[in-house]
């Protein structure tokens, strides 16, 4: 079945660095675009970045420009998000999502992982 | 970026009853809107796209409309797995954006 599983998520110091990974299956992975979007304890959604199907285009917000790079290998079927420069606000769960079409950017989000938790602090 | 409001933020209802969720953008993004569903714990799944169209596997008493600035869900006749949080969501330009959410909770 098309299913999302992500990891790499864990405890790390303000300054820190990690890498989440996402690896897909079901699905034809290099067809799609995917997305990063996480969530605060308690708090709403935030949409977080975009990378187009082949990886040609790449989307931030503006909270995590500089400083979080999306990729992908679509020959491992897999999405990663690099987060470095963490600071305390980036605490949050973070799940990957996929596009609901092909061909285009704009589109919502069909499948979603079951997260990884994200935890800044010292 | 766009951003959006969602009313209301906290909704008591019984099970039965009809509830309509709506969503404000602060500019037109034609029908490029979702809605999800968030349970406790889990990940959010996908209600609606393209502001009325629902996704295959969705119960028929969803419903969404709408386009332009101003959208609805309605829900017909609520369930006991009904009672969620609901996200609206703009995917006309980047940054996407989410709504702030409404809580559907038991009356």
């Known amino acids: 079945q098309v299913q999302l599983v992500e990891s790499g998520g864990g405890v790390v110091q303000p300054g820190g660095s990690l890498r989440l990974s996402c690896a897909a299956s079901?699905?034809?992975?290099?067809?799609?675009?995917m997305h990063w979007v996480r969530q605060a304890p308690g708090k709403g959604l935030e949409w977080v970045a975009f990378?187009?199907?082949?990886?040609?285009?790449?989307y931030y917000a503006d909270s995590v420009k500089g400083r979080f790079t999306i990729s992908r290998d679509n020959s491992k079927n897999t999405l990663y998000l690099q987060m470095n420069s963490l600071r305390a606000e980036d605490t949050a769960v973070y799940y990957c999502?996929?596009?609901?079409?092909?061909?285009?950017?704009?589109?919502?989000?069909?499948?979603w992982g079951q997260g990884t938790m994200v935890t800044v602090s010292s | 970026a766009i951003w959006m409001t969602q009313s209301p933020s906290l909704l008591s209802a019984s099970t039965g009853d009809r509830v309509t969720i709506s969503c404000r953008m602060s500019?037109?993004?034609?029908?490029?809107l979702a809605w999800y569903q968030q349970k406790p714990g889990k990940a959010p799944e996908l209600l609606i796209y393209?502001?009325?169209t629902l996704q295959s596997g969705v119960p028929s008493r969803f419903s969404g409309s709408g386009s332009g600035t101003d959208f609805t869900l309605t829900i017909s006749c609520l369930q006991s797995e009904d009672f969620a949080t609901y996200y609206c969501?703009?995917?006309?330009?980047?940054?996407?954006?989410f709504g702030p959410g409404t809580k559907v909770d038991i009356k």
């Open positions: 969501q703009q995917y006309y330009s980047f940054p996407f954006t």
């Open positions: 393209a502001a009325s």
């Open positions: 990378i187009r199907y082949d990886g040609s285009n790449k």
């Open positions: 500019q037109g993004i034609s029908s490029y």
């Open positions: 079901g699905f034809t992975f290099s067809s799609y675009g």
């Open positions: 999502a996929k596009d609901g079409s092909v061909g285009t950017d704009l589109s919502a989000f069909d499948i």
